[in-house]
């Protein structure tokens, strides 16, 4: 059981280079969520999406954008990168009304 | 609004000692609520989750939590730390919706 997938695990990019972050799950849950992660900040909201075709924004949705592209695929767009985007980034699925989240191991991502 | 308070950013207990980490939440409605814990480098891993019923619940690794609506609160407990246990922990809330909130995260020290 592969769980959620997130690719590529480290990236280094330039300021101003763009890149996507890709996530699939294969558990068949509606909601996908991204998230990222920063030392002392704890877990923030970026986007999330409660089922297909459907996106909404989180607590920092400024600077990314996201796709929706089936339900097993969510992609996170940083289409110019600033280095106040290093950060970790997590993707996250869960089946609507149940509740609990099932992580990605994580993509580290420097901007510099 | 919808938050999530650890007051605590590091804890170090002995191994063999017990350990309480602590939050407090606010939300609107009845919550769902949560530990997570993430290992060095890795994704985050459900420790136990609560939705209604029994107060106290038990998750894996031998942690409990307690939920007390009239202290806002839902505290970790393990009445015997290992060495393996040193991680970050982190504590969130959510509901019927699809948006979850997370603390910021209490690491965890456990001396030999």
């Known amino acids: 059981n592969a769980g959620v997938t997130q690719t590529p695990k480290f990236q280094v990019l330039k300021t101003g280079q763009s890149m996507t972050l890709q996530c699939a799950q294969d558990m068949n849950h509606n909601s996908m969520y991204w998230y990222r992660q920063d030392p002392g900040m704890g877990l923030r909201l970026i986007y999330y999406?409660?089922?297909?075709?459907?996106?909404d924004k989180g607590e920092v949705p400024n600077g990314y954008n996201v796709s929706r592209l089936n339900k097993r695929e969510f992609s996170l767009r940083l289409e110019s990168a600033a280095p106040s985007q290093t950060s970790v980034y997590f993707c996250?699925?869960?089946?609507?009304?149940?509740?609990?989240?099932?992580f990605g191991a994580g993509s580290r991502l420097t901007v510099l | 609004a919808q938050s999530v308070t650890q007051p605590d950013i590091h804890i170090t207990v002995s191994e063999g000692a017990s350990l309480e980490l602590r939050c407090n939440y606010s939300y609107g409605a009845t919550p769902y609520l949560f530990w997570y814990v993430q290992s060095p480098g890795q994704g985050l891993q459900l420790l136990l989750k609560?939705?209604?019923?029994?107060?106290l619940v038990q998750g894996i690794k031998g942690f409990e939590a307690e939920f007390k609506r009239s202290q806002s609160s839902f505290n970790l407990r393990k009445p015997s730390v290992h060495w393996s246990d040193a991680a970050e922990y982190f504590c969130?809330?959510?509901?019927?919706?699809?948006?979850?909130?997370f603390g910021t995260g209490t690491s965890l020290t456990v001396i030999p």
């Open positions: 609560y939705f209604s019923g029994d107060t």
């Open positions: 996250a699925s869960a089946h609507t009304g149940a509740n609990v989240l099932t």
């Open positions: 969130a809330v959510g509901g019927t919706g699809n948006q979850f909130y």
């Open positions: 999406s409660a089922s297909e075709g459907t996106t």
